[in-house]
């Protein structure tokens, strides 16, 4: 099953899944095998990482109270070269957030740590719980 | 004196290779705003190469984004574009440690409450508190002062009010003898450097 969301005349998500429940009524989504692609608005702060595609085994959702959740191991690509991973994680509102271990990696850098808070506008991004990494640096 | 400070140097470690950073902390916070700013926070541990900074945190800016590469001519087959580092093409610029910054390189060690290590530079600028002031070690020997600028590609140090204590002998290279130790001395200087 594919599906796509639109706003302003252009696509800002779109995705598919072997099994989708969709409950109109209330807004609540369940899906199984579910691969989500979002498309960054221009100048954005998430336009730099171009495409983001997650996909995760299960995930539900309330789509009018902006609430969310994926397990069984979530994955994350960008097209810039950015990827995460981690088992599950919730979406509220503006943040998604896990207390599993979590790695990610991408250009000039790698990170792993042990819960995950994120904003979903890009603006900051936190691991907890013992951090460890490597960044590129500036140094010749 | 310029014995005594080629002296202080004689062991100093080799030119800090280039390479990436490793980092652990307790936890990381990363800001993506006008500025690209990584905060790690407890027990911050910071290496690079043989240079090895540990502290209470630390702050990571990360340089300006860098210019586009002008297009290449038409005609010409396009080459992969180069991965931008994290955070849309930025990279490690600067680092700011605090709290209880401790700094091994080689042999030496040195201490402080306020470190700034500037990447392209190659430096690290170390200063204490009001009550304890910044100190280098090498060995048995000690270098404190107010400020202490360490440069990681020569090894060279550069102190303001500073007070050196050697536990060595006048001359470089010199055969010991057995015997009493020699007596420390001790060098106050506004300035000092130590060139390696």
């Known amino acids: 099953m594919a599906f796509a969301r639109t706003a302003d005349g252009r696509v800002t998500a ?28 221009s100048g954005s702060r998430l336009a730099a990482f171009g495409l983001l595609r997650f996909a995760a085994p299960h995930a539900t959702g309330e789509l009018q109270a902006r609430h969310g959740n994926a397990w069984g191991g979530v994955r994350f690509k960008s097209t810039r070269g950015d990827r995460g991973a981690t088992d599950a994680v919730e979406y509220d509102g503006d943040l998604i957030h896990g207390d599993q271990p979590v790695a990610l990696s991408g250009p000039g850098y790698v990170m792993n740590g042990h819960g995950l808070v994120m904003r979903t506008d890009g603006s900051s991004l936190s691991l907890s719980h013992g951090v460890t990494g490597t960044l590129q640096s500036e140094a010749k | 004196m310029i014995h005594l400070l ?7 470690p080799a030119t800090l290779p280039p390479g990436p950073i490793d980092f652990s902390a307790q936890d990381m916070r990363f800001e993506l705003k006008d500025r690209r700013i990584l905060y790690l926070d407890g027990d911050v541990h910071l290496n690079r190469g043989d240079l090895a900074v540990v502290s209470d945190h630390a702050i990571a800016n990360l340089a300006a984004e860098k210019t586009k590469p002008p297009p290449a001519p038409k005609g010409k ?28 390189r080689g042999t030496r060690t040195a201490d402080g409450d306020h470190g700034v290590v500037d990447m392209p530079a190659q430096t690290m600028v170390l200063t204490g508190t009001p009550a304890v002031k910044p100190v280098l070690h090498d060995g048995k020997e000690t270098l404190e002062g107010d400020l202490i600028l360490l440069h990681t590609d020569s090894d060279d140090v550069d ?7 050697l536990h060595r002998g006048l001359k470089p290279g010199a055969t010991p003898t057995k015997g009493p130790a020699p007596t420390p001395m001790r060098v106050d200087s506004e300035h000092l450097v130590l060139h390696n």
Do not use: C
């Open chain 1, 14 to 41: 779109r995705g598919t899944a072997a099994n989708l429940d969709y409950r109109r009524a209330g807004g609540q989504l369940n899906a199984e095998v579910a691969n989500m692609e979002l498309v960054p608005q």
């Open chain 2, 6 to 12: 080629l002296a202080a140097a004689a062991a100093a």
């Open chain 2, 159 to 165: 102190v303001q009010k500073a007070h050196l204590l």
């Open chain 2, 77 to 104: 087959k396009k080459k992969k574009a180069k991965a931008t580092p994290l955070a849309a093409g930025q990279e490690i610029e600067k680092f700011t440690v605090d709290g209880n910054v401790h700094v091994v």
